[in-house]
């Protein structure tokens, strides 16, 4: 599956006292990230829905190694673990690809995004055209080999074949 690729500018004022990059900013990175995602690309697909609402119930953080300011931006992958009927895992890797292929990865985090009717203020449900749009993301979470969460009216029996095709493969590639 597809990941969107943002790249992330550094500030001087990203940095704390200790010279890297603070772990509070790069909550705003993944925001910023997001948004182009959720926001413009999909508007660009003509799922623009997300734009007119959506609130973050849940942020998941790994820190892996320090990033140090410097003028070039970090790159930010993007991707989707989960579809549910009312909301959307995004997963991110903060990172640097070396020429050789090498990656350095500073942080690995997900959020759960839930789409909200500012009018009505409450939650809403993940619309048609959104879901298309985010099931062109749809893949594993960092360290699951791939597995996605299977989106909403999935058989329990298609999801259990799904998982048992991912492990083969993995066995096959290894």
């Not at 820190?63 to 991110?92: C, D, M, N, Q």
Request: hydrophobic fraction near 45%; aromatic fraction near 8%.
């Amino acid at each position: 599956m597809a990941r969107h690729i943002y790249a992330c500018p550094l500030r001087w004022s990203d940095m704390d006292a200790f010279g890297h990059v603070n772990n509070v900013v790069f909550l705003r990175y993944l925001e910023e990230a997001r948004i182009d995602f959720m926001f413009t690309q999909a508007a660009e697909a003509g799922a623009g829905e997300f734009a007119g609402g959506s609130v973050v119930a849940r942020h998941e953080i790994d820190y892996k190694l320090p990033l140090v300011h410097r003028p070039a931006p970090v790159t930010i992958e993007t991707w989707v673990t989960k579809i549910g009927g009312a909301s959307v895992t995004v997963s991110y890797e903060v990172k640097d690809t070396a020429e050789d292929g090498t990656e350095k990865v500073y942080v690995r985090a997900s959020s759960v995004v839930v789409p909200y009717d500012l009018q009505a203020a409450r939650p809403r449900r993940i619309s048609p055209v959104e879901r298309a749009f985010l099931s062109r993301f749809l893949e594993g979470a960092p360290g699951t080999n791939g597995a996605a969460k299977a989106p909403q009216g999935v058989s329990a029996a298609a999801e259990a074949a799904k998982a048992a095709n991912a492990a083969e493969a993995a066995k096959v590639a290894a």
